[in-house]
């Protein structure tokens, strides 16, 4: 959900941006910011999960054992 989120709110951020570039320099969309939202979409989606604590964050299966 937090991945989700954030997409959501880098892809109105970047069409606030591309409009306002349209207006001002007639430009109707810019590529690169799709393909750099693809990549950060396909960097949260490939995340490793894991838990937080006071110890610092763990990775795998220490994170299994400790979450069931």
């Known amino acids: 959900m937090v991945a989700f989120t954030f ?3 880098l892809w ?3 069409a606030s941006v591309e409009y306002n570039m ?3 320099f ?3 969309s810019s590529v ?3 393909c750099g939202l693809l990549v950060l979409l396909g960097a949260l ?3 490793p999960e894991g838990y ?3 110890t610092g964050f763990h990775i795998g299966a220490l994170a299994d054992a400790v979450l069931s």
């Open 52 to 54: 937080e604590d006071e």
């Open 45 to 47: 989606l490939r995340a």
């Open 26 to 28: 007639r430009i109707l």
């Open 22 to 24: 349209a207006m001002r």
């Open 32 to 34: 690169a910011s799709i």
């Open 7 to 9: 997409l959501v709110v």
């Open 12 to 14: 109105v951020s970047a």
